[in-house]
Structure formats: C-alpha cells, structure tokens
C-alpha cells in the first residue's frame, strides 16, 4: 500500500485531487463514489483537461451523497458534466439520514494489468481535493485484487439500486433529498442541540422513498463464493426509476461557506511578474526554471507524479473569480508556463508599459494573482516597484520579484490583492 499524506505546508506528495487525476489518466473504465461534493470540487476533477480525455473513450460512474455539504450548486454542476459527456454516469445515494451517513471516499480504475485504487479521507470538495490535511491510499492492484475489489463494489451497487438508494442524477427524487440537507445546513447557522431535526420538515415524496428502503437492521449476509458477481445494470441516465409521478420542487438558499485558504496574510510569499508578449496568447505566462520550481513548486523533488497549481483571480476591488486548475507546461525552449485566465481574450497594450502579475501564495500549489493593466488603478504603484527594484539591484530585463506582501504592500497600497 502507498500512502500519501495531503498537507497544505507539506509539498512533496501529490494533492489528492492530483492524484485522482494521475490515476484517470493511466487506468480505463472506473467508477468513484463521495459522500459530499461542491462546484469547486466537481469542476477539479471532472472539469479537468486530463479527465475530459478520459472520458472522452471510457466510462466512469458517480455515486455522490446527499446527506450534507451537496447542494444546488453540486447538483446543477454534475448535470451538466453528465449531459456533456456520455460516456460519464452521475447518480445520487439517498436515505433516511437521520439514522446514518453516506460517507465513502474511493475511486477505482481497471488497467491493462489490474487496476487501481484511491482510498481515503477526502471529498470531492476543493478542501478534501487539494487543502485540509487527508490521508489516502494510491495502489495498484494485480488482476486478483482488483476483480476481488470490483466484485466487492458491484455486489453493494446491485444491492443500493435494487433497494432503492440509488437514482439518477436527473431524478426529481434528488432535488428533495437536496431541499432537505440545505435546511439542515441553514439551520446549523442558526441552531445547535439534538432538536435541529425536528426544525426541517420531510417532504411527502422522501417518506414514501424512506417506506420501500430497508430497515436500518436488515443485514444482508455477503457472498462466500469465488464467483464473480454479474455486472450491474445501471440505470439510463433519462430513466425516472421510481419518482415518475415525483413534483418540481422549489430551491432553498444554501449558506455559502468560503474556503478559508483563499485569503491574504501579509507575510505571505508574492512573485511579481512583469509579462511580455508571446504570439498571440500572452495569457500562457513564460517563467524562468527558478520561478517556476522554486516559487510554483511546479516540478517538487522527491515523488513522480501529476501536479497541479491552482490559481484564483481577484479583480482591483479585491473580488475573487472562480478557482482555475493549472498543470505545468514545459517546452522545448526550456521555458516553464501556465495560463491564467484574467488574460484571455483581452488584446496585449500598446506602447512600451508591459503588464504585471502579482501571485501571493496561500497555500503549497495555491495562488491568488492580480493583473494589473497599464492604465489600471494600481498600475502606478506596481510599475514604481518594478522600477526602483531594477535599479537597485542594477537589473535590466524582464522583472520576476519574489519578496513578501509585507515588502510590497508598503509601495503598493492600491492593488486589489490587499482588500481580499
């Protein structure tokens, strides 16, 4: 067994959502299943430029919970993932969950030779996928383990869909479970003690659902035999199973939770990046070895494996964007870069002032950047830095500055990094 230990200070092994990544991209059919998910989470991995080629010639089945943290956003986002590849099947466990919780965290992918599991502590959240501190297992499997394995998660699957605890992503069912677990949530913003439960009311279409479930101590006694197990027929993605005559239900407001990690401390390390244009797509940023190992951690020592730098954008007024997962890009020029997003699609400036990128690093492998256009509020201050620097340290060519927001913030008080 292989096991990796995700630690936001601790850079030398792969983030679980990298390793979900490198996992996809060696194995063929697979299947996973998570007892919570969150856009953010969902977007890392099936939103993926790796995964998208996975999928794109095999299959791969989701089984997500529903009990906590999954909400609107989650479920919008994997319908969309399972609309947009075919090959994809997202489906919902869901149960009366005042009695217990849905809480796996595994992912397998059959290889040529076996396959391979993932096995640990985090959801398919970005904190479970990239920031707390989880631990998980990375095996590869000969062909025995991994027809034992199967035969083990085909067995559950066969059970959950014949007792009606799994359904399609698209069924109305979802949607219920979904309403339930964000009252749950929103209450536990406004309420504590063992009373919260009475607070939430269960819909008419959930505790008829709950009726055709098996009791909590129904115990279904496991195969001894060596024979494998058929293969699950998995429901169509259009099917309805059981809900046909199930109503719309109504959105509820779900409390948004933000990631703690996306935030500025002063003390923080910041390279600053003064950008020349490259072809037409000056938003693919060339670094230098040493920015790029030593700043990204973009090629860490010790283990081989898949990395990934995520970035977030915030704008002058100190707003972040959405979350962009980034893999390193060596070319044959020894030049290292990545993309950022604030850039595309906008035209390179005319004239001699160069644009400036500032990243401050929050977390291993986790950055917020600013781009700062000549003519934008915090250019002045930033192009007075790059400057005197140049000078002081009798430097002439493209400025790449490692300092720390302390040092930068003291010349650069308009940048919208500091109202983050």
């Known amino acids: 067994m292989e096991m990796n230990i995700q630690d936001p200070i601790y850079a030398d092994s792969m983030r679980f959502g990298e390793a979900l990544i490198d996992a996809c991209s060696k194995g063929i059919d697979g299947a996973g299943a998570f007892a919570f998910a969150e856009q953010n989470g969902i977007d890392l991995f099936l939103g993926d430029k790796e995964f998208g080629k996975y999928i794109r010639t095999n299959n791969y089945v989701l089984i997500v919970g529903t009990d906590s943290i999954t909400d609107y956003k989650a479920i919008t986002k994997l319908r969309d993932y399972n609309s947009k590849y075919p090959k994809l099947s997202i489906y919902c466990y869901i149960h009366d969950s005042r009695k217990y919780l849905f809480h796996p ?100 279409e959930l505790t008829e659902l709950y009726k055709k479930q098996p009791a909590l101590l129904t115990v279904k006694k496991r195969k001894t035999t060596s024979t494998p197990t058929t293969p699950v027929t998995l429901p169509p993605k259009s099917s309805t199973i059981i809900s046909q005559k199930i109503s719309k239900v109504s959105n509820s407001p779900t409390p948004s ?33 040493k920015s790029f190992t030593e700043f990204f951690g973009a090629t860490p020592g010790g283990k081989s494996g898949t990395y990934r730098i995520l970035l977030k954008h915030t704008n002058a007024l100190g707003k972040l964007m959405e979350t962009e997962s980034r893999p390193s890009v060596s070319v044959a020029s020894h030049n290292w870069r990545f993309e950022i997003s604030a850039a595309s699609g906008l035209a390179y400036p005319q004239g001699s002032d160069r644009p400036y990128v500032v990243f401050d690093e929050v977390s291993t492998r986790s950055f917020i950047y600013e781009l700062i256009m000549p003519g934008d509020p915090g250019y002045t201050d930033i192009n007075a830095f790059v400057k005197a620097w140049k000078n002081a340290n009798n430097k002439t060519g493209i400025a790449r500055i490692i300092t720390d927001g302390n040092t930068l913030n003291a010349s650069t008080p308009s940048l919208g990094l500091w109202k983050v």
């Open 105 to 204: 965290k595994i992912t397998w992918f059959q290889t040529s030779t076996g396959g391979i599991s993932l096995i640990g502590s985090g959801n398919l959240t970005e904190r479970g996928l990239f920031h707390n501190v989880e631990i998980y297992s990375y095996d590869e499997l000969d062909k025995k383990e991994f027809d034992e394995m199967k035969d083990t998660w085909l067995e559950w699957l066969n059970y959950s869909i014949s007792s009606n605890l799994i359904f399609t992503i698209d069924d109305r069912i979802v949607d219920h479970a979904i309403k339930l677990s964000s009252q749950k949530k929103a209450m536990s913003f406004t309420s504590s003690g063992s009373n919260q439960s009475k607070k939430t009311q269960i819909s008419t």
């Open 257 to 289: 939770v933000v990631n703690p990690v996306w935030t500025i401390n002063l003390a923080d390390r910041i390279l600053v990046a003064e950008i020349t244009k490259s072809g037409s797509r000056w938003s693919q940023i060339n670094f230098d070895k």
